[in-house]
């Protein structure tokens, strides 16, 4: 099934003619629960990967053996997916919880020494021909493999390891059939599920606090006015406006309702939430931060966003058209239950030089 962000609720360029400087264009992947073939583009599916390459695996020294067992994380998922089929209010019944309570964190596998090594676990397979923004790759590759280790101790700053493999599709003779995964993982949402992706270009534009400052102070100016209109409609300090307690409660639930359906640059007009590729980097919970190549100092967009969920109560304007009917559903709204850093990464690679290490941020 395609996928179709809604109309932006106002035309932002329209309204601020300088946001035409500030456009670019992402592609949502809008991944979804599926069961995609190596040759799809995907989130955690089967990998076009030569049989004949060895597989990456992750040598930074870090506990290896503790954790979750990877295949308790997936029954885990499974029982709690079939229990959401059977009846969406029910939960899991009384043996099932059992099962499920068994299922804790240890030692699983104290054969894996700290500096063992271990593979690392398919992340997401992207084809340049499914994903409008994916573009630079290094000598005319049009495959973009990424892989991470699951375990968040990595580095000074002790965050996941991410390994991108860029390919020439067509190269790819035999395909391996079974990817080699590690028996234990730290976090169980360093773990993504298996889902088939619905790409879509949108149009973004550029975090508000990087805009030019006369720019930045329209558009607070514009969001400002419409809290004042609001205040304006509902003032409580008029005992005229309302003959009775009730209705004044019920001018303040229309007030409210107002306020959830209210439009703001950041939530609305922005950048897209979720799993996509290209677009801008929200700083929503830091500053800014310019990040350029180590080798050669171009700037680094990001060039995949991996995202906690697929909106949240400030972005639910980007609910696509299809998904509108099936709220409440975690399934669709967290598909791929991976929640890295505070919700939010980002892989930067350079544009120059795509060949050139990336770097990651978080929010």
Same mark, same amino acid.
């Given at each position: 099934?395609?996928?179709?962000?809604?109309?932006?609720?106002?035309? #932002?360029?329209?309204?601020?003619?300088?946001?035409?400087?500030?456009?670019?264009?992402?592609?949502?992947?809008?991944?979804?629960?599926?069961?995609?073939?190596?040759?799809?583009?995907?989130?955690?599916?089967?990998?076009?990967?030569?049989? =004949?390459?060895?597989?990456?695996?992750?040598? /930074?020294?870090?506990?290896?053996?503790?954790?979750?067992?990877?295949?308790?994380?997936?029954?885990?998922?499974?029982?709690?997916?079939?229990?959401?089929?059977?009846?969406?209010?029910?939960?899991?019944?009384?043996?099932?919880?059992?099962?499920?309570?068994?299922?804790?964190?240890?030692?699983? #596998?104290?054969?894996? *020494?700290?500096?063992?090594?271990?593979?690392?676990?398919? /992340?997401?397979?992207?084809?340049?021909?499914?994903?409008?923004?994916?573009? *630079? *790759?290094?000598?005319?590759?049009?495959?973009?493999?990424?892989?991470?280790?699951?375990?968040?101790?990595?580095?000074?700053?002790?965050?996941?390891?991410?390994?991108?493999?860029?390919?020439?599709?067509?190269?790819?003779?035999? @395909?391996?059939?079974?990817?080699?995964?590690?028996?234990?993982?730290?976090?169980?949402?360093?773990?993504?599920?298996?889902?088939?992706?619905?790409?879509?270009?949108? @149009?973004?534009?550029?975090?508000?606090?990087?805009?030019?400052?006369? +720019?930045?102070?329209?558009?607070?100016?514009?969001?400002?006015?419409?809290?004042?209109?609001?205040?304006?409609?509902?003032? &409580?300090?008029?005992?005229?406006?309302? =003959?009775?307690?009730?209705?004044?409660?019920?001018?303040?639930?229309? /007030?409210?309702?107002?306020? =959830?359906?209210?439009?703001?640059?950041?939530?609305?007009?922005?950048?897209?939430?979720?799993?996509?590729?290209?677009?801008?980097?929200?700083?929503?919970?830091?500053?800014? %931060?310019?990040?350029?190549?180590?080798?050669?100092?171009?700037?680094?967009?990001?060039?995949?966003? @991996? #995202? @906690? &969920?697929?909106?949240?109560?400030?972005?639910?304007?980007?609910?696509?058209?299809?998904?509108?009917? &099936? +709220?409440?559903?975690?399934?669709?709204?967290?598909?791929?239950?991976?929640?890295?850093?505070? *919700? +939010?990464?980002?892989?930067?690679?350079?544009? %120059?030089?795509?060949?050139?290490?990336?770097?990651?941020?978080?929010?």
């Amino acid at each position: 099934m395609t996928r179709t962000t809604p109309p932006r609720p106002v035309d #932002a360029e329209a309204m601020f003619p300088a946001l035409a400087d500030y456009r670019h264009t992402s592609t949502r992947l809008h991944p979804r629960h599926g069961s995609p073939k190596a040759d799809d583009s995907s989130v955690a599916g089967p990998f076009l990967w030569p049989v =004949d390459e060895p597989w990456p695996v992750c040598t /930074a020294v870090h506990p290896k053996g503790r954790g979750h067992l990877l295949s308790d994380v997936r029954l885990q998922r499974r029982i709690l997916d079939e229990a959401w089929h059977r009846d969406p209010g029910s939960g899991p019944t009384d043996a099932e919880r059992e099962v499920l309570d068994a299922l804790q964190p240890g030692t699983h #596998a104290p054969q894996i *020494g700290d500096a063992d090594p271990i593979p690392l676990l398919a /992340a997401a397979q992207l084809f340049a021909r499914d994903i409008p923004d994916l573009t *630079g *790759g290094p000598d005319g590759c049009d495959l973009l493999q990424v892989l991470w280790c699951p375990f968040e101790a990595h580095g000074p700053d002790r965050t996941i390891d991410v390994v991108l493999k860029w390919r020439r599709s067509q190269d790819v003779g035999e @395909v391996l059939a079974v990817v080699p995964e590690p028996v234990v993982v730290g976090r169980a949402e360093c773990v993504p599920n298996t889902c088939e992706l619905h790409p879509e270009q949108v @149009v973004e534009h550029e975090y508000e606090g990087l805009l030019d400052e006369d +720019l930045q102070e329209v558009i607070e100016v514009w969001e400002v006015g419409d809290d004042e209109e609001d205040d304006d409609a509902f003032d &409580s300090s008029a005992p005229s406006n309302f =003959d009775t307690y009730e209705e004044y409660e019920a001018a303040m639930a229309a /007030a409210r309702a107002d306020e =959830d359906d209210e439009v703001t640059y950041r939530g609305d007009l922005s950048i897209a939430p979720g799993w996509k590729v290209g677009g801008f980097a929200s700083w929503h919970l830091t500053d800014p %931060a310019h990040i350029a190549c180590g080798v050669c100092g171009t700037p680094m967009p990001p060039l995949l966003t @991996v #995202a @906690v &969920s697929e909106w949240d109560g400030t972005s639910e304007s980007w609910i696509p058209l299809e998904d509108q009917d &099936s +709220l409440p559903d975690s399934r669709i709204s967290d598909p791929t239950a991976v929640y890295l850093g505070r *919700g +939010l990464m980002r892989v930067h690679t350079c544009p %120059a030089t795509p060949t050139h290490p990336h770097q990651l941020s978080f929010q």
